[in-house]
């Protein structure tokens, strides 16, 4: 911890408000609640805030990962040495015309409905995703045919040096569950703004609510997890071939194979990080034995 010690005092003392925690248990900001401590955790509630913290760990040469709402990231039972910085205190969102612009830590269900409230149509499918703007941005997150790549115009972002850009349209090189912030990972979204179009807010919400409904219905929403564990491989389901293999409800510890969606890997409380990876691999062998065909995690590994 002794190298942290300059950095928390650099931060602490800034003018900027930033939440600065040591040994943070990764488990209490992560969907799947699994995960142990991080070194440091530190929570910017301002843009400038944010610029400073970064340019802090950049000149002491400290590594760190970015961290939206965790709905995306299963982390080791060890947790994570280097600093998490978590964006969910930047959360602004504003409209302008038939403009979103939201901040990185910006809850998708508080974009979507800012955008109701507004008239805006084109974000209903991203309601019910539990993640911030940022990471939406950087995995391209999409449910029933709507994806961040349709409506995402601009991403203002700091490059590694900490430079501020703007990437414009397709810049963002979207791809299925991938933007070029995967192949940049030191790249941050700041800010986006998304272009929707003029809607009826009593339409838009009927339709939010519905895609609502429609996740309940298939969805474990009711334990801890990130989703669909797996991509979508080329011409299969993954929930279809892991059910398919006689998986549903297969267990290692506390991880397994939800009963009402295969294709989520869900905690049925106190699982670890070594439970989750065990079934992963066990989940991935039989997928291939049975079908030849290799599963891919979307959810990021982080050990
Ligand atoms: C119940 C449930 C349902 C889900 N349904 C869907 C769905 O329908 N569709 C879908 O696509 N996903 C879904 N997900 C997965 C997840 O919500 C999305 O991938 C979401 O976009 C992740 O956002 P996050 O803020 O939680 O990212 P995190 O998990 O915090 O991070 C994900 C990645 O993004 C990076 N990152 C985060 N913020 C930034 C930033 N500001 N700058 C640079 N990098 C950053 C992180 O370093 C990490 O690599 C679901 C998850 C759950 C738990």
Redesign the pocket.
């Known amino acids: 911890m002794e190298q942290y010690h300059d950095l928390i005092l650099a931060l602490q003392q800034a003018a900027h408000e930033i939440e600065v925690r040591e040994n943070e248990c990764m488990a209490q900001h992560t969907?799947f609640a699994i995960g142990g401590p991080a070194d440091v955790f530190i929570s910017p509630k301002t843009q400038e805030g944010l610029r400073y913290t970064i340019a802090c760990l950049r000149e002491r040469e400290l590594p760190y990962?970015?961290?939206?709402?965790?709905?995306?990231?299963l982390v080791a039972d060890a947790g994570v040495r280097s600093a998490v910085v978590c964006?969910t205190g930047l959360d602004e969102v504003h409209i302008d015309g038939d403009k979103v612009i939201a901040e990185?830590g910006a809850l998708l269900s508080r974009v979507a409905r800012c955008a109701q409230h507004a008239g805006l149509t084109g974000a209903e499918f991203a309601g019910g995703?539990?993640?911030?703007l940022?990471?939406?941005v950087?995995?391209n997150?999409?449910?029933y045919d709507g994806q961040m790549q349709a409506i995402v115009q601009q991403t203002e972002y700091l490059d590694a040096a900490g430079e501020l850009h703007l990437l414009e349209g397709e810049a963002h090189r979207f791809d299925y569950?991938s933007s070029i912030?995967r192949e940049q990972p030191d790249?941050?979204?700041l800010r986006s703004e998304l272009k929707l179009q003029a809607g009826d807010p009593t339409e838009i919400l009927s339709k939010m609510n519905d895609f609502a409904q429609r996740r309940r219905t298939k969805?474990p929403?009711n334990f801890p997890?990130?989703?669909s564990t797996f991509k979508r491989p080329q011409g299969h389901f993954a929930g279809q071939m892991i059910e398919e293999c006689g998986l549903k409800g297969f267990a290692v510890g506390a991880a397994q194979v939800s009963e009402k969606h295969a294709g989520f890997l869900i905690n049925r409380g106190g699982a670890t990080c070594d439970d989750m990876l065990r079934l992963i691999e066990t989940v991935q062998q039989r997928v291939h034995e049975k079908f030849g065909v290799e599963l891919e995690c979307e959810v990021?590994i982080i050990r």
């Open positions: 969907t990962l970015m961290l939206g709402n965790g709905s995306n990231m964006t990185a995703i539990p993640g911030s940022g990471g939406a950087f995995m997150a999409g449910a569950r912030f790249w941050i979204v969805q929403l997890s990130a989703g990021r």
